[in-house]
């Protein structure tokens, strides 16, 4: 099984909306990826959990709020969001080691409205 | 300031043809280099990498060379079919970061 799923695959919120994106993957990955991508734009990551813990947090602003609770399970809480942070949040995971190959997931469209 | 460039936005190919998708980057500490393929409204799908101590990797229709004296790196596909017609991102990894360059989409004509 190679597959990263996430869920929903479309969401929209009002800015005073609290909300959540869900990734899971059963590939045995320790490591899992919070990414934004905006229209014409690359993927950006956002956030890194290795082993279950926040490894790397890109300067997100705290309306991101990730969580990881188990190694197969990655969350996203979003509160109080902005219309310019209506993007495509993509998730991904990897095993750990130099050069792993991120395997994504279909991502979610977000729109803040 | 972009560490990954691909200053092609777009390419057009002949069923048949050969594509070559060019990548530029700044850092030299970079491990390895990976490319992506992307679908609309699909996430980024792995296609090969390389380490930045090799020069050539093949897998099939695809080989990634890379130059490190020229920091660059570039994507062959042999023969080019309509399939492949999709968003190609390079990317390298820096320590757990995976940084993307833009991004070239490959147009395939049947």
């Known amino acids: 099984d190679t597959e990263v799923t996430q869920t929903p695959k479309h969401l929209v919120m009002g800015m005073t909306n609290k909300k959540s994106l869900k990734c899971e993957q059963h590939?045995?990955?320790?490591?899992m990826y919070w990414y934004k991508q905006k229209a014409k734009k690359p993927p950006e990551l956002m956030f890194v959990?290795?082993?279950?813990?926040?490894?790397i947090n890109e300067s997100v602003p705290s309306r991101f709020s990730p969580e990881c609770p188990n190694s197969s399970l990655l969350n996203l809480h979003l509160h109080a969001l902005q219309p310019e942070d209506s993007a495509l949040y993509l998730c991904?995971?990897?095993?750990?080691?130099?050069?792993?190959?991120?395997?994504f997931g279909p991502g979610t469209r977000l729109t803040v409205t | 300031d972009q560490q990954v460039k691909q200053n092609s936005p777009s390419l057009s190919v002949q069923e048949g043809r050969i594509s070559i998708l060019n990548c530029d980057y700044t850092n030299s500490m970079f491990d390895y280099f990976l490319w992506y393929k992307k679908y609309p409204a699909e996430g980024p799908t792995f296609l090969i990498s390389i380490s930045s101590i090799k020069d050539k990797n093949e897998d099939g229709r695809f080989t990634v060379f890379l130059n490190k004296s020229a920091k660059h790196l570039s994507l062959h596909i042999v023969p080019s079919q309509p399939g492949d017609s999709a968003v190609y991102f390079c990317?390298?990894?820096?320590?757990?970061?995976?940084?993307f360059g833009p991004g070239t989409s490959l147009s395939v004509i049947p």
């Open positions: 990317a390298a990894i820096y320590y757990d970061k995976v940084i």
């Open positions: 959990y290795s082993y279950e813990k926040l490894s």
């Open positions: 590939m045995g990955h320790r490591a």
């Open positions: 991904a995971s990897s095993q750990l080691g130099q050069g792993a190959e991120q395997y």
